[in-house]
Each structure stands twice: as structure tokens, then as C-alpha cells.
């Protein structure tokens, strides 16, 4: 059975940092496209970052270019999203995925506040 479990979120001040992990079991996270979507109060979910399964290919959404970075590590199964300069537009709940499975995980709250 997959099963995607996120953590690592919480209350930042606005130019903190977190870093987001995402566990994955029931499937080899490392054959599979991974990827970072969040989704904030009143706004569709939106991808922030996404990995191939070698990790030879990133892209990121423009809003966090050069302020996070999507990594995994396919021993330990799980793929982590680095977040550096926070701010108060990064205040979402954060999700990982592959595209394929239909599975979400619970996500993880990222509150970006003084």
C-alpha cells in the first residue's frame, strides 16, 4: 500500500528557513518522479518543485527559484524540499507526490509569520 508522510513544517520568521521531508513506503521512491506542490488558504494547489528519479533533472515554480532546493535520498526513500528566505507568500500546507500513484500525503503546515 503507498503511503506518503510529510513533516518538517511550522511557524518561521519571514526570512527563515525549513526543510521539508517526505517519507515514502509501499513503493522504490527512487524510480518514480517526485514532486513539491502547496497549496494556501483560498488558492489552488500549485507544484513547487519536482525531481526526476535520478535526480538529473529539477525545476522549480518561478515564486522559489534560487530559495529552495528539491533533493532526495533513494537509500533512505525520501525526498526532502530545502526553503530558504521565507516569507509570508510561502504559507501553505506543503505536499509530495508521484505522479504515479494517486496517493497524497496529510502535508505539512508552513507558516511564514513575525
Known amino acids: 500500500q503507498v503511503h506518503i508522510v510529510e513533516s518538517g513544517g511550522g511557524l518561521v520568521q519571514p526570512g527563515g528557513s525549513l526543510r521539508l521531508s517526505c517519507a515514502a513506503s509501499?513503493?522504490?521512491?527512487?524510480?518514480?518522479?517526485m514532486r513539491w506542490y502547496r497549496q494556501a488558504p483560498g488558492k489552488e494547489r500549485e507544484l513547487v518543485a519536482a525531481i526526476t528519479s535520478a535526480g538529473s533533472s529539477i525545476i522549480y515554480a518561478n515564486s522559489v527559484k534560487g530559495r529552495f532546493t528539491i533533493s532526495r535520498d533513494n537509500a533512505k526513500n525520501t525526498v526532502y524540499l530545502q526553503m530558504n528566505s521565507l516569507n509570508s507568500e510561502d504559507t501553505a500546507v506543503y505536499y509530495c507526490?508521484?505522479?504515479?500513484?494517486?496517493?497524497w500525503g496529510q502535508g505539512t503546515q508552513v507558516t511564514v509569520s513575525s
Open positions: 509501499g513503493f522504490t521512491l527512487s524510480t518514480y518522479v
Open positions: 507526490m508521484t505522479p504515479a500513484f494517486a496517493t
